[in-house]
Structures are given as structure tokens and as C-alpha cells.
């Protein structure tokens, strides 16, 4: 196929593409609509050395690792539910977090979902209090230049996790699109036996055309 035969595709059925391009992106919108909203909020708590030599910066940084692995536990989950009174076990709470740290900002991060935002901030900064308190009771136990001081670096942050309806919209609209090419391509294939210009005859035949019968 010659590029002046795409371009008379693309005219004679180029409305397909745009038709189910939109109905695609209508339907995800809708499904969009129709889903529950989940929100996100993420509490980054920033640990502090009292010392900020080599050797009390690396054991800060190999700390982190154990502050995940201690917060990310049903143990935490069932304090926060006895505290804020949740209607949920703990390890469905769990499924609801996320912990992570970076050893280059000293940071643990703490992310809860829940389809309340005002709840998942409670959640998340009830969650980070347990680690500071329980922190303070390690100091305790250590000298005045041992320890190390974890404390929010903001309040918990919330935002809309999903769904994402512009994205799902426009990603629909793409893939309606490409079905719509390759719909009027497949009818293009399945009429490839049927002669219908003058410039058909001249590609299956091989030969010209030196006249034609006007419709009337």
C-alpha cells in the first residue's frame, strides 16, 4: 500500500477511530466514577543523631532498617486500632501500610490508606508517635551522647490515590484508538477481494485502465 492509500483509509473510516476512541474513554470515566476513593497519607519522621561523627551517623543509618521492621508489625497495628477504636483486625490494617527509610536523609516514611483522609492521617500520625515514644524509652537506657532523637519532619500528608480518573480517561482514549486502527484495517482486509476504483483494477490486473462507465 502506497501512502495515498492510508491517507483514503483514514478519510473514508476515520471516523471509526474517533467514535470508539471516545466510547472507550466514556466507559473508563464512568468505571472511574463509580469506584470507591482512596486516600494516601504519608508521615516522614526524621531521625537525629545526637552525635553527627562517622561512627553515630552509621549507626543511625543502620537503625532505620530496624525501625521499619518494628513498625511494620501487628503489633503496632493492634496499638492503633485500641487508640483510635477501629473496626478492623490488624492485619487488615497492615495490608493498609507501608514503611520504607533513606539512609541518605535519614528518614522513615510511614504511608496508610484508608477512604477516610482524616482517618488515614490519624492513623499515620498515631502510628509514628509509637516509634518516637518508644524511642525516648531506648534513650533512656543509653548516655546523653548516644542517643538519637526521632520527631515528625511535617504533618501527615493526604492525597487522592485512586483512582485516577484523568489518566484512566486519556489512557482509555489511546486504546480505543489503536483498536479503532486496527478495526479499519481489518475491514480493509476483508474487503481486499473487491474491486471498487479504477486504481484496484490496475493493481490486481497489471494493467491500465483506459476508460469508465459513469454512474448515473
Known sequence: ???G???RILRRRGWIILVVAILTALAAFGFSKMQTEVYKS????LVRPSRTDFGQSQ???ELLKTYEVWLYSSYRAQAVI???QLDM???ELLGDVEVASDNFSFMVSLAVENTDPNLA???ARTWGNQLIQWQVQENDKNRQEDRITIEFRDDPQVSLDRPNTKINTLAAFVFGALIGVILIFLLEWLESGVIQRGEDVERYLEIPVIGTIPQE
Open 82 to 84: 485500641d487508640e483510635l
Open 42 to 45: 504519608t508521615l516522614n519522621l
Open 59 to 61: 549507626a543511625a543509618k
Open 89 to 91: 483486625t490488624a492485619q
Open 121 to 123: 492521617n490519624d492513623i
Open 5 to 7: 492509500d492510508y491517507v
Open 1 to 3: 500500500m502506497q501512502l
